[in-house]
Structure formats: structure tokens, C-alpha cells
């Protein structure tokens, strides 16, 4: 129905959007500041962030927003907040299990 839109959409917050430069995405289980800190850090002030809440109709029928691949093919980063996991997350590509976080991030980036 009518009114039924993005946050983004709304009138007093869409001068504040614009094309995303950083796809972000973050488990549903996740605390809100970890994801607003991994937005935030070493971060280049024209970046615009994309993120689901904001940009994705919480409505019934919003499959077209779920659809998250023209948002990717747009952007020049993409984030996945997650909160910090100790020990072992990966097997390297020898079979080995010693890839940590910081080495999986490395390996990313």
C-alpha cells in the first residue's frame, strides 16, 4: 500500500542517500554497533553504505529487494561485520586448519 517504502525513501532522510559505494551485510544476530563500527572505521566520508534495513522494504512483497546482485555489481567494497570468533574459522588451501580471522580477512582483501 501507499506509504509501504524504503527508509531511504523517506522524505526527511533521501538527501542523506545516494548510490552505494559499500555493500554491507551482517548476521541477523548481530549487535547493531558492531556493524555501525565496521561502517565507520577508516572510513572515507563520501562513502555511502548500503544496508538492508534501510534500503530493503520490510513489507510482504519485496522479493525484487531481495534481489541484492545490482547493489553488489555497483559497489567498490563489500563488508560483512561479524562479531570477533577465536580459533580456527578456515582450512587454508592445503587441507590445513590454521586460518584464523585475520588471515581469512587477508585472504579477502
Excluded: Y
Excluded at 555493500?23 to 544496508?51: E, K, N, P, Y
Excluded at 567494497?77 to 562479531?83: D, G, M, S
Amino acid at each position: 500500500g501507499e506509504g509501504r517504502c524504503r527508509f531511504a525513501e523517506l522524505p526527511g532522510v533521501r538527501t542523506f542517500t545516494g548510490a552505494a559505494t559499500v555493500f554491507m551485510s551482517h548476521c541477523w544476530g548481530g549487535r547493531w554497533g558492531d556493524l555501525v563500527a565496521a561502517a565507520c572505521a577508516g572510513a572515507d566520508t563520501r562513502r555511502v553504505v548500503w544496508i538492508d534495513v534501510f534500503a530493503v522494504r520490510q513489507w510482504p512483497g519485496n522479493g525484487a529487494d531481495l534481489d541484492f546482485r545490482g547493489v553488489l555489481e555497483g559497489c567498490a567494497a563489500a563488508i560483512v561485520a561479524a562479531a570477533p570468533i577465536e580459533g580456527t574459522l578456515l582450512k587454508d588451501g592445503d587441507g590445513d586448519e590454521g586460518m584464523n580471522s585475520f588471515k581469512a580477512r587477508e585472504a579477502f582483501l
